[in-house]
């Protein structure tokens, strides 16, 4: 954990019918100081919905060379790789040319997200989607956020229901395609 982070623990109860997940884990972040609650939130939503084995957070923003969030199989190849905000397209070119599958999740504004990489050379854009919420939907849950929290999740249709510490919030997950 980097000096001066603050680690937040999740007890998760998460039932995605859209993949057939139906998981209970726990979940420990570490928040540096430079990242944002909202980014913190994005970060642990996006674990949820690509939870699968094999998946884990990356070692924060000090992990240059890593996304927020991937997963590799056992034998240690590179399945997902997950990026959360606005990575730049550099960032996005590396790492679907490492890893067989490519995502973001956003809590910013998905056309200007979007705008940034506009006529940027990114590898295998076409296969790549940035993932967003409804506007509004990731500050109310930062206002729920406590250090020790309590999560159910469940997703249908690809609509969020949450349960974030007795709050109920809900979102659609919107798919923008990057190309």
């Known amino acids: 954990m980097a000096a001066g982070a603050t680690m937040h623990t999740f007890e ?21 100081p430079s990242e944002t609650e909202a980014y913190l939130v994005t970060r642990v939503l996006a674990y949820c919905l ?11 923003i000090s992990a240059t060379d890593a996304p927020a969030v991937l997963v590799r199989d056992l034998s240690g190849k590179l399945l997902a790789w997950i990026e959360v905000g606005a990575p730049d397209a550099a960032r996005l070119h590396a790492g679907s040319k490492v890893a067989e599958r490519t995502t973001i999740y956003t809590h910013r504004d998905p056309a200007k997200v979007l705008a940034q990489w506009s006529g940027a050379r990114i590898h295998r854009a076409a296969e790549i989607v940035l993932h967003s919420f409804d506007p509004g939907f990731i500050d109310s849950a930062v206002d729920t956020m ?26 659609a997950v919107h ?3 990057i190309s």
């Open 50 to 60: 690509e939870h699968e084995e094999g998946i884990t957070f990356s070692e924060g």
């Open 12 to 32: 998760v109860e998460l039932a995605d019918t859209d993949r057939g997940v139906y998981e209970e884990f726990t979940l420990r972040a570490a928040r540096h």
């Open 175 to 177: 798919d923008h395609p």
């Open 146 to 171: 406590e250090r020790r929290n309590t999560i159910t999740l469940t997703v249908t249709e690809r609509q969020l229901y949450l349960e974030l510490n007795g709050v109920h919030l809900s979102s």
